[in-house]
């Protein structure tokens, strides 16, 4: 009877165990419901329908047709497609080196160890609170080719300032200043990683005889490599979603001379103003393409570049 009772108890742990698993997985799965369900109704879903969409004449007032391929061959002979797309381009392959370059220069200087840093830390990151639409305003006045106030420093000093905003060649250079003044996130995350670097590497290079810049180029620059992944990936997936800024700054037009059409100010164009549900579908997945296209490029790459600390 002993041996009876003992192995039912040692039966019994088993299932004891499993009840209590069973809950701990039902809880858990109470807990992340909201965002499930926030996933599967506000992502997947449209998401599976979008591809739907992409193949069809569909305008939200009207379900539409099935017509193939016609939206994705009509996108390839419309000329403000591919000038929204070199548009696009041209800000990304500018502006995020630009922001890296920057970013890690201003994150170096603000680690330093001097009195009142946390101060300058502050100024750096406040314009990053600034919403897209005010900061759009302000650099339409700080801008403006005939009162602004930049223009008017240049003319104090006898330079006759560009056309900025107004004109079709320096548009797009003024809006990467105008997104390079809001790094301040971009810095707080260098900041980060430069607090991760362990100070007995500085140290050791200290003893080799190392100047400020071999122990930045041999030692700051690998160790903070995956934080300029990260912020590359990330600044590259905003870059191709540019909208706020240009669309605020030329009231939906693009003006100059398209200069200022980015490829999601016209995918919004066409599916909001006018209903081309379908067209702009086929606009998204076409940028959902270029996107993890080289996302996956640069995942690829970052075997050569990026290092890791142990490894």
């Not at 061959?73 to 548009?87: A, E, Q, T, V």
């Not at 006018?274 to 393409?289: N, R």
Request: glycine share 8%.
């Amino acid at each position: 009877m002993a041996k009876l009772a003992d192995s039912v108890q040692v039966n019994a742990i088993p299932s004891a165990r499993k009840r209590a698993l069973h809950r701990t997985n039902v809880t858990g799965w109470l807990f992340a419901s909201p965002w499930a369900i926030g996933l599967l109704c506000f992502y997947a879903i449209p998401m599976l329908m979008s591809i739907y969409f992409s193949f069809t004449t569909y305008s939200i007032l009207q379900p539409g047709e099935f017509v193939g391929m016609n939206n994705y061959r009509d996108l390839f002979h419309d000329p403000l497609f591919w000038k929204s797309i070199y548009n696009t381009i041209y800000f990304t392959v500018f502006f995020v080196p630009l922001s890296i370059f920057f970013g890690v220069a201003l994150a170096m200087m603000l680690n330093m160890k001097v009195k009142g840093m946390a101060i300058f830390r502050t100024i750096f990151f406040l314009p990053t609170l600034v919403p897209q639409v005010a900061l759009a305003v302000l650099w339409m006045w700080l801008l403006h080719p005939n009162f602004g106030l930049v223009n008017g420093m240049l003319a104090h000093i006898g330079i006759d300032g560009p056309s900025w905003l107004g004109g079709e060649a320096w548009s797009k250079p003024s809006l990467i200043l105008m997104s390079l003044w809001g790094i301040g996130q971009a810095v707080v995350i260098y900041l980060a990683g430069l607090g991760d670097i362990p100070d007995e590497y500085y140290e050791a290079a200290q003893i080799d005889g190392a100047n400020w810049f071999q122990k930045t180029r041999k030692v700051t620059l690998p160790l903070l490599t995956p934080v300029i992944f990260y912020n590359l990936v990330m600044g590259m997936i905003g870059a191709f979603q540019q909208f706020t800024l240009p669309y605020t700054l030329t009231k939906g037009q693009g003006t100059p001379a398209n200069s200022m059409t980015f490829y999601v100010m016209y995918l919004y164009e066409n599916g909001f103003r006018y209903f081309k549900m379908g067209y702009a579908s086929a606009m998204a997945w076409i940028l959902f393409i270029i996107v993890m296209a080289l996302t996956g490029i640069i995942f690829i790459t970052s075997k050569r570049w990026v290092h890791y600390q142990g490894k």
